[in-house]
């Protein structure tokens, strides 16, 4: 749980950037054969520099359709997609269709469905970025040695609306004095039946 609390208007909008691989570190594929879950119907769609533009742009039809549940590889790659070009990957916001919640709902679910590893994010917040490690470039090295890359893991981060000052329709992530400011995530891991 985040809280905060200011004595003058601030701008407030945190999360949590852990990167996960539920087949493991270093597994080949990185996180391309998991199964991604998130109830939304649109995405905050960006510019070249990923910022959010202020358009909601709907996901049917396209490769950030993940209501039903899809596998990350299936559109990762996708360069017929101008925002997976962009983002070279997921790095996008995704407007969740609960909004913002006094208790934590769903806002994704990743499987892999090989280890059958399931990690659930919960939280009160209206939007979940998802980050497919598209900037790793294969410099960082990690545990085990192994070099880290493109899509060898995932954030999955909670939080309100990117660039909210800046796009009035995304709501407020303003937090005013004798107003505490308070998010809920929950990373919840279990193993599937």
């Known amino acids: 749980e985040f809280g905060a609390e200011t004595d003058r ?5 945190m999360t949590n950037h852990a990167i996960f691989n539920l087949a493991g570190e270093g597994a080949p594929g990185g996180v391309e054969g998991h199964r991604l879950t998130i109830p939304a119907t649109a995405i905050t769609a960006v510019d070249a ?4 533009t202020g358009e909601l742009r709907p996901v049917e039809g396209t490769v950030f359709d993940f ?3 899809r596998i990350i590889g299936e559109g990762i790659r996708d ?3 101008e925002q997976i070009v962009l ?3 997921y790095d996008h916001n995704f407007a969740l269709d609960k909004g913002s919640t006094e208790q934590p709902e769903l806002a994704a679910r990743l499987e892999d469905p090989a280890s059958g590893r399931v990690l659930e994010v919960l939280s009160t917040e209206p939007g979940v970025q998802v980050y497919t490690g598209n900037f790793l470039t294969g410099l960082l090295v ?3 040695g192994h070099l880290y890359r493109m899509g060898d893991g995932i954030a ?3 939080q309100k609306f990117p ?3 800046n796009q009035p329709a995304f709501g407020s992530a303003r937090v005013e004095p004798g107003v505490p400011y308070r998010h809920v995530m929950v990373y919840r891991l279990s193993v599937a039946d």
Do not use: M, Q, S, V
């Open 9 to 13: 208007p601030t701008i407030i909008n």
């Open 163 to 165: 660039d909210t000052p």
């Open 79 to 81: 360069g017929r997609d």
């Open 49 to 52: 520099a990923l910022i959010p």
């Open 156 to 158: 999955l981060e909670p």
């Open 142 to 144: 990690g545990k085990g």
């Open 67 to 69: 209501r039903g549940g």
């Open 87 to 89: 983002g070279h990957g």
